[in-house]
């Protein structure tokens, strides 16, 4: 391979990477936009900010659905557990 076919090649998958990369950063939004919602329900109700049972279920889900995929369940775990500490974090700002 030329090194300028190679460096057509490394451009094509970094385009399509980039492309994902706004994919998930769109998708997250869209989370944060749904938790707030429930943010408010939370505080509206006067519920704890945090559902471990929640945390434990989805967090189970979510290593499930690596099974059969090029994924690492502890790294998408270890993931989804920094997204539900932010958001946590933002449930306990809202006013109860």
């Known amino acids: 391979m030329t090194s300028e076919l190679a460096k057509k090649k490394l451009l094509d998958a970094r385009k399509m990477i980039d492309e994902i990369d706004s994919k998930l950063v769109d998708g997250l939004n869209e989370r944060f936009i749904l938790t707030h919602k429930v943010g408010l329900l939370k505080a509206e109700y006067k519920l704890d900010p945090i559902d471990e049972m929640r945390e434990a279920e989805k967090l189970a889900a979510l290593r499930a659905l690596c099974e ?15 997204i ?4 946590v974090k933002n449930h306990r700002n809202f006013d109860r």
């Open 68 to 82: 059969g995929k090029n994924l690492n369940p502890d790294f998408v775990e270890e993931l989804f557990r920094r």
């Open 84 to 87: 539900m500490e932010e958001v």
